[in-house]
């Protein structure tokens, strides 16, 4: 890999410094509006680009690690006609998955996609059994019906852990986030490119991902439905050099970089409902009808959904005159759009499904 902050020193081949870590060949010259070509390519500052260029030399290690604990409780009982089983497991699932940094491993290490910090399931059944009353007619109809459920409540997952490819900076994944607005005419002969990515901030072709850093709880101060508050989000902060041109600090640091303080922002919780109620009916020797009813998520409780990638990305825009960090998305809660902001509700198969099945046997 190439070293955290090696695009900004000067080439170790020519000797000459890129004053733009985005377009390492060229330098721009602001006096005459042009560039002036460097000769420095990403290769000279990668440990063996002489051999390999700025290709990936591979070696095997078992460097990922995780930890799964949990508490399961559980409760299950037969008493008269009805039979139940309660069960609850609450569980923290953490390993090096989020993908956050490629340089130190212990940086990755978080909630993963799969933590669910608290599930229950019931299930049960019950049997009418024989009924007698006075009526002939109602004890036969009533009779022999069984009624059986399960229902499931899940607590919702880490949110970054979710995002593309398990990089976790809220949906750019390690492409860049943000960008200059208000370039002078001329930006694109000097080689100034509109894109500041891991290149401006960190000094290094790596795919490291640009992440956020809090102004304050983004689980707090949240509208209906909202799960978290795009106002709490901004950038890492940005120097700039002689040349003008944004570029990280001389030696940047990792903790400059968001993503260690993060509060546990949850997705909305899974729950379903599921009911069947079925009879058998005795025909004739060894011929039987069978008439069941079943019900999936019989309480149709629709599940919240983002309605676009909008509502959950962060983009920044850096006034290229006065250095202003700005967001380029919505953090108006009233506003659909809004960052962090579910406003559909999921479909098919998420909502309620009935079936009716009448089974002949002999």
Known sequence: KMPIGALFTPDPRTGIRSTNPEVVGENPNFA???????????????PYGYAYGTNSVYMLQDTAYANYNALQVSWIKTTGRLTFDLNTTWSKMLGTTLQENPYVEALNYGPTATDRPLVFNSSYTYNSGTIHTGNNMLNQLGSGWTISGISTWQAGGYI???FGNGVPNFGNGSATIEQYNDLPANASAMGITSGLSDATYFGTDESMPIMPVLTCNPTSGLASHQL???????????SFNAAGVAQGTASPTLSANGGQSYPYMRMTPYFDNDLAIYRTFHIHENQNVQFRASAFDWMNHALWNFAGSGNYTLNYNVDYNTHAISPN???DTTNPGAFGLMTTKSALPYARVIELDLKYSF
């Open 329 to 331: 998305y919505i953090t």
């Open 160 to 162: 970054p852990a979710f």
């Open 32 to 46: 005459s509006g042009t560039e002036t070509a460097t000769g420095n390519v990403l290769a000279d500052w990668h």
């Open 228 to 238: 978290m508050n795009g106002k709490c989000f901004t950038m890492p902060a940005l």
